[in-house]
C-alpha cells in the first residue's frame, strides 16, 4: 500500500516512524523534514494546497493520506478526493470547524453540556467589551481562528484595547473571552469511525519557554505520558466522559468524522475543562504517544475509514512512561538561527528515539522506487545524519521510554546533552510530575 504522510514537524515524522513498521506501507513524505525524509521518500508538495495534493497522490496511485496536522482537512482535502478512492484519515471540511472556529467549537461544546470554563462567544465588539467589563481578571482572550492566537490580560484596559483591535481590523469572525483556570494543561485523543473510539493515551504538554507561571508562551517544549493508576484513570475518565459524549454530539447534529479527534483541556480542582478540538494528533502529542503504542497503527487507520472500528482489537500499550522533550535553538519561538549543523544524533542510548521537528537533510529520499531502509535510520540517526541541519526553532525531539516517569525523565535528560548546535535549550523540568 501507498501511504502518504502529510507534515514537516514532528508529528509527521513519528508518524511516517510508526507506520513504516507496517508490513506493505511504502511510505512516501510531503514535505517532510530531516529525519522523516531518511524513512520515506520526500514529495514537494504543500499540503494545504490540497487540489494539487489530490491530483499527484491519484496520478500516483497513493491508496492512503494520513496528514499529522489539520491544514490539508481545513482546506478541503477530504472534499477533493471523495471521488478519488483514496482514504484520508480525518473529516470532511464542514466538520473541520470543530477546530479551525473556537466560537463554532465553544458554542457546539456548550450546546452539549460539556464541561468548560467560564465564559462565553462575543461575536460584536459591543457584546465583547460588556461581558468583559463584568468579568474578573485574569481572562483569556481567544481569537476565533486558532492561527490568530490568544493572550492572557491581567488589566482591564489593555483586555478592552485588545477587543478593540480585532473588531477594528473589520474581522468577520467574533472572540471567545474566557477565564483563566489553574492547572495542568492535557491533549487527549481517540481514532474513531463517528461511532465507536478507540482511546489514545493522556498527555502532559509544556507549552511555556520555562516553569515560571508568568513564562513566555512557547509552543511544544515537552509532554509526557503516565503509567500510574491516576494515568489509566484520567484516560478513562477523559474517554467517557468528554469524548464519547463528543461523538454522540457529532451524531445528533449530522456531522460526520473519522480519523484522530483530539481534546485539548485543562485539569482543575472541579475536574477537566475543554479549551478546543482537533482533527488530528498534536505536534508532540504523537512524539510521546506513538513510542508506547505496541499495535500496527495502519489497520486502525484503515478501521475508522471503513467505519468498522467497532470489530478492530483494542490498542496494545507497552507499560511505561515517556517523555518528550523539545530541544529548541535560543531565541525560540520567535527569532532563532538557522543553517547550524546537529550533531551528536549517532551517540543516543539504544531505543532512545529522536524526532526531528524543524530541520533540513541534503541527503535524504527522494521520491523515486526505493528500497526499505532500518530503523537504525530513526534510533541511530542514519545515512545522512551528519548532514543534518537546523531549519527553525523547535530543532528535534527527545523521546525516552522508562518503567517509571523519573526513570524515562533521567534518560531523556541524559541523552538531551549529547545533541549539539548552537543555542541549544530545553526545559529540565519536563516530566518531573506525572500531570502537575
Not at 456548550?110 to 465583547?128: F, S
Amino acid at each position: 500500500m501507498k501511504i502518504l504522510v502529510l507534515g514537516a514537524d514532528g508529528g509527521a515524522h513519528a508518524l511516517v516512524w510508526k507506520l513504516f513498521n507496517s508490513a506493505e506501507a511504502e511510505l512516501l513524505v510531503a514535505p517532510g523534514n530531516g529525519g522523516a525524509t531518511q524513512l520515506a521518500a520526500q514529495v514537494e508538495l504543500n499540503p494545504s494546497e490540497v487540489a494539487a495534493v489530490a491530483h499527484w497522490a491519484f496520478a500516483e496511485g497513493v491508496e492512503l493520506i494520513v496528514p499529522a496536522d489539520s491544514s490539508s482537512l481545513h482546506a478541503g482535502l477530504v472534499d477533493e478526493v471523495v471521488a478519488m478512492q483514496i482514504g484520508v484519515c480525518g473529516p470532511a471540511q464542514r466538520t473541520t470547524l470543530l477546530e479551525r472556529s473556537r466560537c463554532f467549537a465553544r458554542a457546539f461544546l456548550e450546546r452539549h453540556g460539556l464541561p468548560l470554563p467560564r465564559g462565553r462567544v462575543c461575536q460584536d465588539r459591543d457584546t465583547a467589551e460588556k461581558y468583559l467589563a463584568a468579568q474578573p481578571l485574569p481572562v483569556v482572550i481567544r481569537a476565533d481562528s486558532p492561527t490568530d492566537g490568544e493572550a492572557v490580560y491581567a488589566d482591564r484596559y489593555a483586555a478592552l484595547e485588545a477587543v478593540r483591535a480585532h473588531f477594528a481590523t473589520g474581522a468577520p469572525t467574533g472572540v471567545v473571552i474566557e477565564e483563566q483556570v489553574p492547572g495542568a494543561t492535557v491533549s487527549f485523543s481517540a481514532l474513531t469511525d463517528g461511532s465507536t473510539a478507540l482511546p489514545l493515551l493522556p498527555v502532559r504538554l509544556y507549552d511555556q519557554l520555562g516553569p515560571a507561571p508568568d513564562s513566555p508562551r512557547a509552543p511544544g517544549m515537552g509532554a509526557v505520558t503516565g503509567n500510574s493508576t491516576y494515568a489509566h484513570r484520567l484516560g478513562a475518565y477523559l474517554h467517557s466522559h468528554i469524548v464519547q459524549p463528543i461523538i454522540t454530539a457529532l451524531q445528533r447534529e449530522d456531522l460526520p468524522y473519522w480519523g484522530f479527534l483530539g481534546v485539548d483541556c485543562v485539569i482543575t480542582d472541579q475536574g477537566p475543562r475543554v479549551r478546543g478540538l482537533r482533527c488530528s494528533m498534536r505536534d508532540m502529542e504523537a512524539q510521546a504517544v506513538l513510542p508506547r503504542l505496541e499495535s500496527d497503527l495502519l489497520p486502525l487507520i484503515e478501521a475508522a475509514i471503513a467505519r468498522r472500528l467497532a470489530s478492530a482489537p483494542p490498542p496494545v500499550w507497552r507499560d511505561e512512561a515517556s517523555v518528550a522533550l523539545a530541544l529548541v535553538a535560543q531565541g525560540y519561538p520567535h527569532h532563532f538561527p538557522v543553517g547550524a549543523t546537529v550533531s551528536g544524533l549517532t551517540d543516543l542510548d539504544p531505543g532512545v528515539l529522536v524526532f526531528h521537528n524543524q530541520t533540513s537533510n541534503p541527503g535524504g529520499l527522494r521520491y523515486s522506487p526505493t528500497t526499505r531502509g532500518g530503523l537504525a535510520a530513526l534510533l541511530r540517526g542514519g545515512p545522512g545524519a551528519s548532514g543534518v541541519t537546523v531549519s527553525g526553532g523547535h530543532v528535534v525531539t527527545i523521546v525516552a521510554l522508562g518503567a517509571t516517569l523519573a526513570g524515562a525523565r533521567g534518560r531523556a535528560l541524559l541523552n538531551a546533552e549529547r545533541v549539539h548546535f548552537p543555542g541549544r535549550s530545553y526545559r529540565e523540568d519536563v516530566g518531573a510530575h506525572e500531570f502537575r
